[in-house]
């Protein structure tokens, strides 16, 4: 799957992962690939995600993220870490 993260500044990472972890409105949850269409708000919290590097993650606040077709993009209203 491609994940983008995007602030309103920059781009904050652009690659491939196979898992994506979320913090959501309403609660946490995770993207695996063939995920079904979602957007979804974003609450503030880790996201986490694992590249062929390892796993990754970073403090956003707040934002929407838009899973469609394996491609996930992340628009983070702020990346703390």
Do not use: R, W, Y
């Not at 986490?48 to 970073?58: A, I, N, R, V, Y």
């Not at 838009?66 to 702020?78: G, H, S, Y």
Request: aromatic letters at 4%.
């Amino acid at each position: 799957m491609q994940l983008e993260i995007v602030t309103p500044d920059k781009k904050v990472f652009q690659g491939e992962v196979s898992e994506a972890s979320f913090p959501g409105a309403n609660g946490a949850f995770q993207v695996l690939k063939n995920h079904a269409p979602l957007v979804s708000a974003l609450a503030k919290g880790a996201v986490s995600f694992t590249t062929k590097e390892g796993k990754q993650s970073m403090i956003v606040d707040g934002g929407v993220v838009e899973v469609k077709d394996n491609n996930i993009v992340l628009l983070a209203e702020k990346v703390i870490s």
